[in-house]
T-cell receptor, first 112, second 115 residues
Framework: GIQVEQSPPDLILQEGANSTLRCNFS?????LQWFHQNPWGQLINLFY???GTKQNGRLSATTVATERYSLLYISSSQTTDSGVYFC??????????????FGQGTRLTINP | DGGITQSPKYLFRKEGQNVTLSCEQN?????MYWYRQDPGQGLRLIYY???????QKGDIAEGYSVSREKKESFPLTVTSAQKNPTAFYLC??????????????FGPGTRLLVL
């Protein structure tokens, strides 16, 4: 099945810094989502981005489907940005098109 | 408020006991999903349902069962056959648009502990 690899696994930054999180996937996809899991376990949907670029405030994401990767940018980090960021994909076609496959996540810690 | 609710927030299971986790959504979504998350890991799919009275196994269905009698509800039963059930369980839902999956939205989760 499709493989999803996220990097780096851990990232520790000072408040105000910028960061880039990467997601590589092994096959063509029809769905790619970025999530933030807060310390209480709640997953919040950040972007639905199978291709192209989107921005929402201090966060933006770019997916280059032909090269099978996606990037999540966080600018001017705040302590509330801490948590785990997950990339999840749904492969193109077949039974797998209706399922999300998650990466292992990037744990981001923002220190004041 | 529209959203996904899961109950209970914490659940304790004794050896050999079956327990049922509740998931309800009022988003009018067709598709619903159950995931398991172990500490420090990503999410793994247990079961999913794209329509009432129909569901499919995910990657780790052994020891679990589900039902989908109503569009709004997708309960998960952790049976005694699941030997390592301690985990965080997350329910999600999405619109189902043909062969393309729409955005998934998640409930707050249930933490299951074995006594």
């Amino acid at each position: 099945g499709i493989q999803v690899e996220q990097s780096p696994p851990d990232l520790i930054l000072q408040e105000g810094a910028n960061s880039t999180l990467r997601c590589n996937f092994s096959d063509s996809v029809n769905n790619l989502q970025w999530f933030h899991q807060n310390p209480w376990g709640q997953l919040i949907n950040l972007f639905y981005i199978p291709s192209g670029t989107k921005q929402n405030g201090r966060l933006s994401a770019t997916t280059v489907a032909t090269e099978r990767y996606s990037l999540l940018y966080i600018s001017s980090s705040q302590t509330t940005d801490s948590g785990v960021y997950f990339c999840a994909v749904s492969p193109l076609g077949g039974q797998g098109a209706q399922k999300l496959v998650f990466g292992q996540g990037t744990r981001l810690t923002i220190n004041p | 408020d529209g959203g996904i609710t899961q109950s209970p927030k914490y659940l304790f299971r004794k050896e050999g006991q079956n327990v049922t986790l509740s998931c309800e959504q009022n988003l009018n979504h067709d598709a619903m999903y159950w995931y398991r998350q172990d500490p420090g890991q990503g999410l793994r799919l247990i079961y999913y349902s794209q329509i009432v009275n129909d569901f499919q196994k995910g990657d780790i269905a052994e020891g679990y069962s589900v039902s989908r009698e109503k569009k709004e509800s997708f309960p998960l039963t952790v049976t005694s056959a699941q030997k390592n059930p301690t985990a965080f369980y997350l329910c999600a839902s999405s619109l189902s648009s043909g062969r393309v999956m729409e955005t998934q939205y998640f409930g707050p989760g249930t933490r299951l502990l074995v006594l």
